[in-house]
């Protein structure tokens, strides 16, 4: 998964992806002037896979991976996303949206709120512009129709201010807009960066209202403060983090929020040679989840041997649990659960 983190000039964003990266990419006005997006990784913490390493011994242990891309701050005073900006967010699966909601003596007095309209009123213009530029080209086209008509259909969407995402689209008319890389169809997950004494604190009710009404994700992390805990000792870092009220890591609660924003989950091979973690969408086929692995292993599928996680740590072997009746055939269409340890049969 490819998550991008954006906002405009001096809400943070890059202290936010220092705090998830453990990196320490340069922060403040003007830091991306050069127009290079920050890029790094991290391992998606899954106990369900130290489990199964622990079971297993395997030689390797692989977790899911979230990929985050900083993108540079506009170059321009009016703060406005520019093409260049525009170009690399349409490249991601999902925007991370981070707006200020801190003091700082060198800007403005934080408004959530209109931060969050102004943002999304940037995605729309953006999407604006570039169906009207192929609209344009249609119009000195033949047998093009059925695409002029849906984009037709986007422009009035777009024009009443309402994002791709919410409205109706056939899985044919999805399939046909996805070249676009329209920002409006992509999932968007609100960071609300806070001052450190109010990162414990429930968003304002109307910023709140805000993110409901677009089908948003919204987490509260305090940058700053998460950027300085990543550089601790785990026992410290929690000591800190329990000082603030928070049950979990700013880290984990993205990536919760990332995971329901996107509607995925995790299944599990497990061996001696490997124990991983793949990720799918949920409601994903079996033969989906055998493609994730090897294309040939979905073009040759004859079946999946099915283990419930929980199932295969309380027998602690796959025979075990094929004698008490808890491993399972299943076919193509089978569709996954999170968490199932799975064994592919094939033939190519």
């Not at 968007?188 to 001052?195: D, G, H, P």
């Not at 040939?296 to 602690?316: K, Q, T």
């Amino acid at each position: 998964m490819r998550m991008g983190i954006a906002g405009f000039p001096g809400s943070g964003k890059t202290t936010i992806f220092n705090a998830l990266t453990g990196l320490h990419a340069e922060v403040g006005l003007g830091s991306s002037a050069s127009g290079k997006a920050n890029l790094g990784a991290i391992k998606v913490p899954d106990p369900r896979v130290d489990a199964l390493a622990e079971l297993f011994s395997p030689r390797k242990t692989t977790y899911a991976e979230v990929t985050f891309v900083d993108f540079p701050d506009p170059p321009t005073e009016s703060g406005r996303l520019d093409e260049r900006v525009i170009a690399q967010m349409r490249e991601v699966d999902a925007l991370a949206h981070v707006v200020r909601a801190f003091e700082d003596p060198a800007q403005p007095a934080p408004d959530p709120l209109r931060a969050l309209e102004s943002f999304r009123t940037e995605l729309i213009v953006a999407d604006l512009a570039i169906v009207e530029r192929r609209l344009d080209r249609l119009k000195r086209e033949r047998g093009k129709e059925r695409e002029k008509e849906l984009l037709e259909k986007v422009v009035r969407a777009l024009e009443s201010e309402t994002e791709l995402r919410r409205i109706d689209l056939t899985t044919e008319e999805q399939a046909s807009l996805a070249g676009f890389g329209f920002l409006t169809l992509k999932p968007r997950l609100v960071v609300l960066n806070v001052s450190d004494g109010d990162v414990a604190k429930p968003p304002a009710e109307e910023l709140t209202a805000a993110v409901e009404r677009d089908a948003l994700e919204q987490v509260v992390i305090s940058g700053k403060v998460e950027m300085e805990l990543v550089e601790l000792e785990p026992e410290d870092r929690r000591g800190f983090e329990a000082e603030l009220g928070l049950a979990e890591s700013a880290r984990d609660r993205f990536i919760q929020a990332s995971y329901r924003l996107l509607s995925l989950m995790s299944f599990l091979t497990a061996g001696e040679d490997e124990v991983r973690a793949w990720t799918i969408r949920r409601g994903d086929p079996a033969v989906v989840a055998a493609g994730k692995i090897h294309s040939d292993i979905a073009r040759g599928f004859i079946r999946a041997e099915v283990i419930p996680y929980v199932a295969l740590v309380e027998h602690r072997s796959e025979a075990r649990c094929r004698e008490v009746g808890k491993l399972r055939l299943e076919g193509k269409e089978y569709v996954v659960q999170d968490g199932d340890v799975i064994h592919f049969r094939f033939n190519v």
